[in-house]
């Protein structure tokens, strides 16, 4: 009997234990719930922010790539270029001449078509 009483005792106190545990878990799986799901303007907000911050830098970066390009067309800082690349830049700057003298031929026509229009009575 009094085994019986000492393996009761035993049990019940193995069951605290495991109720205590099982209280701790759930406590901390609440918490962890509640900053995260309970919370949404920070979780919005730190992911919104991390967002804003990639596309800054994507964007500083395209920005320094373009200034690149520009110095390279306007003919500054061509030392640290190949030769490949000088060719590829030499060929932008070809077909840009080109449009620019067509356009300046098109503009140049309808000028000489005005002065003619004007001449006809």
Known sequence: ??????FDVYRRDLH???????????TTTLEKYQRCNLNPIAN???TETQNWCQE??????KY????????????E????LSLKELQSLEKQLEGALG???HRKVMVGDGGVNDIERNKLP
């Open 1 to 6: 009997m009094e085994e019986r009483a000492s």
């Open 16 to 26: 605290c234990c495991r109720e205590i545990v099982m209280r701790k878990r759930m």
């Open 44 to 46: 919005s907000i730190g």
């Open 56 to 61: 800054v830098s994507l964007l500083n970066a």
């Open 64 to 75: 320094e790539s373009l200034q690149h390009t520009q110095r390279h067309l306007l003919g």
């Open 77 to 80: 800082d061509l030392g640290p």
């Open 99 to 101: 449009q620019t003298r």
